[in-house]
């Protein structure tokens, strides 16, 4: 079933897509883009963390402090130079 879909979506393509193009891309290679990114999509549950907000809180602290005693500028700071 998933291979009439993409044949579908590959003849649906081919139809607006240019010469150039349509001349390069075969139907396999076509498979093999829907696979890769299918696998990418589908490779889990996201891992990712939750928001942290201390590293923001934290940088603005330093921010504050670098500004504040006048080590240097905002522009300084927000660039990360001393």
């Known amino acids: ?10 003849d649906s393509i081919m139809k607006g897509a240019t010469t ?3 001349s390069k891309m075969t139907f396999d290679e076509f498979v093999w883009g829907c696979e890769c ?4 999509v589908f490779s889990g ?12 809180a934290f940088t603005l602290f330093l921010v504050t402090v670098y500004v504040g005693l006048n080590i240097g500028t905002l522009e300084q700071a927000a660039n990360g130079a001393g």
């Open 1 to 10: 079933r998933q291979d009439t879909e993409w044949k579908r979506l590959y």
């Open 37 to 40: 990114a299918r696998s990418r």
């Open 45 to 56: 549950a996201f891992t990712g963390s939750a928001f942290n907000p201390l590293p923001y």
């Open 20 to 22: 150039q193009i349509s």
